[in-house]
């Protein structure tokens, strides 16, 4: 027990020296990772499968790995949850607790947890067939942990297209059925069950809504309170075609009735505008909680970008909340409360002075007057990245043009912007830098942006240009590992 400890200590310790990977953020224990799959909560323990490609830095055929948490932010790698088969690869999807056992796969008295995911078959693929993604379910009976595949699978059977895939699931209560909202192709296709295994199609939305620039893909359709009402968000990822190039996640609010979705405007709305954001949803299981978790990364540079034994990592969660701005409804998106839990020391910083920190790990936040400022991330090589306010057009920006390595990508360099939508006389913002990534929220979540960068070493000195503000508070994190 001794050695297996000691072994467990030196590994973290190499995990945590790895150049780039985050510390605080979630990442595979090797090699590749993107879309995160299934998340749910029970029993204390929130559950994250993820697209793996277990034997490569690169994508590749796609498993579902597996870790769990008590806090969302320290995570436990669990085995393999699902593995390819005779029907093809595992592509992403969704998981839910079966409590009513209406698909007749519990057993004694165990509400089972049920997968369903699209099955890609690769050699249907490389033969030319555009039926080559159908939408299979796998179930288990140990809260998550091991599944089953169905014996009928594959539960919905591709009609004819190329893009058919990643379902996501929810229990409407209203209609006593389950509902799938499935991408295919340039729009969402809603499907109904009574029992996870038989479904029929309802309706489809989006083929003249929204942003077009590429596949629609991972949706996620959940209901929200708001001024004593039920709305329903609609998230659509995209790629590409999003508003910064690439990937990126829009969304759209309405009402939905079990049969359609219906959006309360024309207007093309994103969760977060920063170039990785992508392939984000929401946990089941949270009550009126919506908790929300995102890839981040682009399909621009994601299998290319300077990491040597892994690739990629998670957004941090994020709690969603719907605001009335205007007549109309917005989604913001705030870190969750637990990371105040990994708070080891705090300073204060003043306007137009650089500090140092010794910590990769860092929150930053403050208060002021509307007006053009910008925080200055940056290292003794002169590497910066630079996020802040243009009053001018009412934009925040991230700006990693001289971030560090950028050199695997013609894309990656540049700046990002995202519009301003509160209409408050002063900016709130909450900035949270992770050894080689930065998620900036401002008035509230209202805008948000998320950027990765290569530095050659941390970016830990700290400078806020500003003409006029209140002092900011910077608080060091410690790893959640």
Known sequence: MKNILFFLLISLAVFAQEKHRPQLHFTPPSMWMNDPNGMF??????????????????????????????????????????????????????????????????????????????????????????????????????????????????????????DFRDPNVTWFAPGKKWIMVLATQDRETFYSSPDLKNWTKESEFGAKLGAHGGVWECPDLFPMQVDGKTKWVLIVNLN????????????????????????????????????DNYAGVTFHETGDKRIFMGWMSNWDYATVVPTATWRSANTLPRDLKLHNLNGKYVLASTPIAAVSNYITGTQTIKSNKVVKSASALQRLSGKLPVQDFS??????????????????????????????????????????????????????????????????????????????????????????TTAKGLPFTLENLKPSM
């Open 240 to 275: 590409p075609g999003a508003a910064n190039g690439g990937s990126g996640a829009q969304y759209f609010v309405g009402d939905f009735d079990g049969h359609q979705f219906i959006p309360q405007d024309e207007e093309t709305r994103w969760v977060d505008y920063g170039r």
């Open 375 to 464: 925080i200055t991330l940056s290292n003794n090589k002169g590497e910066q990245v630079i996020i802040g306010y243009e009053a001018a057009s009412n934009r925040y920006f991230v700006d990693r043009d001289a971030a560090g390595d950028h050199s695997f990508s013609a894309k990656f360099a540049g700046k990002a912007y995202a519009p301003r939508l509160a209409k408050t006389d002063t900016i709130d913002f909450t900035l949270i830098t992770d050894v080689a990534s930065a998620e900036f929220f401002a008035d509230g979540g209202l805008s948000a942006l998320t950027t990765i960068y290569f530095p050659s070493e941390t970016l830990n000195n700290f400078k806020i």
């Open 41 to 162: 909560y029970a029993d204390g323990t929130y559950h994250l499968y993820y697209q793996y490609h277990p034997e490569s830095t690169v994508w590749g055929p796609m498993h579902w790995g597996h870790a769990r948490s008590k806090d969302l932010m320290h995570w436990e790698h669990q085995p393999i949850a699902l593995y390819p088969d005779s029907l093809g690869l595992i592509f992403s999807g969704s998981a839910v607790i079966d409590h009513q056992n209406t698909s007749g796969l519990g057993s004694k008295g165990i509400a089972p947890v049920v997968a369903i995911y699209t099955s890609h078959n690769m050699a249907w693929e490389k033969a030319g067939r555009i039926d080559r993604e159908n939408q299979s379910i796998a179930y288990s009976l140990d809260g998550g942990q091991t599944f089953s595949k169905f014996a009928g699978n594959p539960v919905i059977k591709n009609p004819g297209i190329a």
